[in-house]
């Protein structure tokens, strides 16, 4: 009797692998990839190699916080009865020579605030901008919205590297005004700028064109904020700007009726 125990035990063992090979893999098929916790595991490190080096961690830039009010020194008027037109993160190839013809057609100039970056990639724009009459204004390099809680010298670097870009396309150009990106001001910025010789240039009507409204929504907004002496922030670059493109005739049009529009001196 034991040959026969024997046998039948062996085959009762050949049976139960088989199911459980054919049942696991109709089932994982069934329900998809294998969990992670199903994948061969790591091998084990030994004893005496220790921890794991960790991945290091990048240092974090140091930033100081935004002031609760906006800081002295920013120039937020023209200082007389027109009002001027600005234009921030350009030169853009689509939209700031359709930008500039509508200029000309108005034949009114404008303050364009250039990104350092936008600059270098475009000098022609560059060139047209001022060929064309309008001023211009140091933008920062790369639209950086915290480089004014930077430190003092990276912010120095910064706009200098702007300011070089600019006057690779234009040799010696003049860039009497620095705009500090989303308008988030620190009182260091403002000191380092007029180090450059730039004055701090915010604004007085802000019809949020950024974030794309109508075109009528733009001219409405700015006809009901404007007044004397007030400085419009528009923008030619930094996405798709054919509403403000299309709400410039209108804007212009009315501005110039009920103040004049001139260049920031």
């Not at 098929?29 to 969990?35: S, T, V, Y």
């Not at 007085?204 to 794309?212: C, I, L």
């Given at each position: 009797?034991?040959?026969r125990a024997v046998l039948?035990?062996?085959?009762?063992?050949?049976?139960?692998?088989?199911?459980?090979?054919?049942?696991?893999?109709?089932?994982?098929?069934?329900?998809?990839?294998?969990?992670?916790?199903?994948a061969p595991l790591p091998a084990e490190p030994a004893p005496s190699a220790g921890p794991r080096p960790s991945r290091p961690t990048p240092p974090r830039r140091l930033v100081r916080p935004l002031p609760t009010k906006l800081p002295a020194g920013l120039r937020r008027?023209?200082?007389?009865?027109?009002?001027?037109?600005?234009?921030?993160?350009?030169?853009?190839?689509?939209?700031?020579?359709?930008?500039?013809?509508?200029l000309r057609a108005a034949r009114v100039t404008a303050t364009f605030c250039v990104v350092g970056k936008q600059a270098r990639r475009h000098p022609d724009l560059v060139r047209r901008i001022v060929r064309e009459g309008h001023q211009l204004c140091n933008h920062s390099w790369n639209h950086d919205l915290d480089l004014a809680r930077r430190p003092a010298a990276e912010i120095r670097r910064d706009l200098l590297r702007t300011n070089a870009a600019i006057r690779a396309a234009v040799p010696g150009a003049k860039v009497p005004f620095y705009r500090q990106p989303g308008g988030r001001w620190t009182a260091e910025v403002v000191t380092v700028a007029k180090q450059l010789g730039m004055r701090s240039l915010h604004w007085?009507?802000?019809?949020?064109?950024?974030?794309?409204p109508t075109a009528a929504t733009i001219a409405k907004r700015v006809r009901a904020a404007a007044r004397p002496g007030s400085i419009v922030l528009l923008h030619d670059g930094g996405g798709d700007r054919a509403a403000t493109l299309a709400a410039s005739p209108r804007l212009i049009a009315d501005l110039k009726r009920r103040y004049g529009v001139a260049r920031l001196r």
């Open positions: 009797m034991r040959p039948a035990a062996g085959l009762a063992l050949v049976l139960l692998l088989g199911g459980c090979g054919d049942g696991t893999t109709s089932g994982r098929r069934a329900a998809g990839p294998a969990p992670v916790a199903s008027t023209t200082g007389v009865r027109a009002v001027a037109l600005t234009f921030d993160d350009g030169p853009d190839p689509t939209w700031t020579p359709k930008v500039l013809d509508r007085h009507v802000d019809p949020q064109d950024w974030g794309k």
